[in-house]
């Protein structure tokens, strides 16, 4: 079942998605931060379509990373940034929609001016890797 594969995945820095972005995530003690890149996903440039596309391949992506990893705390994704706000504001309610599956408490509070979209996520257990560690 190559399980041990499976845990490394889990416990890895780097989240790849099919459109050949990647998500980049950090723990620390007081936060997590994801960062979106495009990656592998340039094609000549990115159009404001694809981008919107890329950061909704990666919400759906951070969504389940979330549980599981059991991330909690406070939560800072820097997505691709985005030139029209319509689209943030389709990303944010996007996000909202696909937290609300999640049997934690998650509150996608807004996204700053700095274009970063701010989460809580109660605390429940340690995370994945806190678990593992013994």
Known sequence: YSLETKVQEALGKCVWLKSGANLIIESTECLTTIDVNSAKAIKNGLSQETILQINREAAKEISIQLRLRNLSGIIIIDFINMEN?????????????????????TRVIDITHLGLMELTRKKVHKHLSEQLKG
């Open 85 to 105: 706000s319509d689209n943030e504001d389709s990303l944010l309610a996007y996000m909202k929609n696909l937290v609300t599956d999640d049997t934690i408490t």
